[in-house]
């Protein structure tokens, strides 16, 4: 079965630093990869997404992420983060035999002004 | 963009009875919709995929006689919560994916149930 792991579970930075966070899948076949953000009270927000071509992805807000396919990794980064970014962050794949999207865990991330 | 909406966004019921939960696509037609559940602090898990004018499909280990999911129309899904427990207690999200191919999926800002 499709699975997704985000190893970081609560992250914490100040204004301007930079942010990575990681996104591992356990899927061999083609897959379609997504990263989507929840702020507080909201709902779920597309950030991202990669479904072919470059795998390096721009996204709003200045969000970017890698597919490494050798590391099975879509991992979101932000050069520098604001106080509004804070958020939760979901990593989601879709394989080509499913519609539904596998969700990883979340991640939330605070960042203090 | 496309907007996804759900109603009511929180309800509070009493334990054994039902609840239904609305999920509109507003700006488009959606064939496939998709209810999620989420739990606090947790990731969302797919309960169900449903199908415009047909039968939904449930996940393993979801109650389909628990969680009637009806949809009716190419922007309408509802789901039933029946004989409410407080277990049941969640946030129930649904999404929608638009009728073209390897289309996106838009979220519904999430239905708050609580069950005393």
């Known amino acids: 079965a499709q699975s997704v792991s985000q190893h970081n579970h609560h992250v914490i930075l100040s204004e301007a630093a930079s942010l990575e966070l990681g996104c591992n899948y356990s899927?061999?076949?083609?897959?379609?990869l997504f990263w989507y953000v929840q702020y507080p009270g909201q709902h779920l927000q597309l950030l991202l997404k990669?479904?072919?071509?470059?795998?390096l992805v721009k996204g709003i807000k200045g969000f970017e992420a890698e597919f490494i396919k050798s590391k099975f990794s879509f991992n979101l980064r932000k050069p520098s983060v604001q106080w509004s970014d804070t958020a939760e962050y979901f990593c989601?794949?879709?394989?080509?035999?499913?519609?539904?999207?596998?969700f990883g865990s979340g991640t939330r991330l605070q960042v203090q002004p | 963009g496309a907007v996804v909406s759900q109603h009511p966004s929180r309800v509070i019921c009493k334990s054994g009875t039902s609840v239904k939960i609305e999920c509109r696509s507003l700006?488009?037609?959606?064939?496939?919709m998709f209810w999620y559940r989420q739990f606090p602090k947790q990731s969302l898990m797919l309960m169900a995929t449903?199908?415009?004018?047909?039968?939904?499909?449930?996940e393993q280990g979801v109650e389909k006689d628990k969680f009637l999911i009806n949809h009716a129309s190419l922007t309408l899904s509802t789901l039933t919560v029946t004989s409410a427990h407080p277990e049941d207690s969640s946030f129930y999200i649904c999404?929608?994916?638009?009728?073209?191919?390897?289309?996106?999926?838009?979220f519904g800002p999430g239905t708050r149930l609580t069950v005393t």
């Open positions: 999404s929608a994916r638009t009728t073209v191919v390897g289309g996106e999926q838009y």
């Open positions: 899927y061999g076949g083609t897959v379609n």
């Open positions: 989601a794949v879709k394989n080509t035999g499913r519609r539904a999207l596998t």
């Open positions: 449903s199908n415009e004018g047909s039968k939904a499909t449930y």
């Open positions: 700006d488009f037609q959606a064939t496939t």
């Open positions: 990669y479904f072919s071509g470059d795998p």
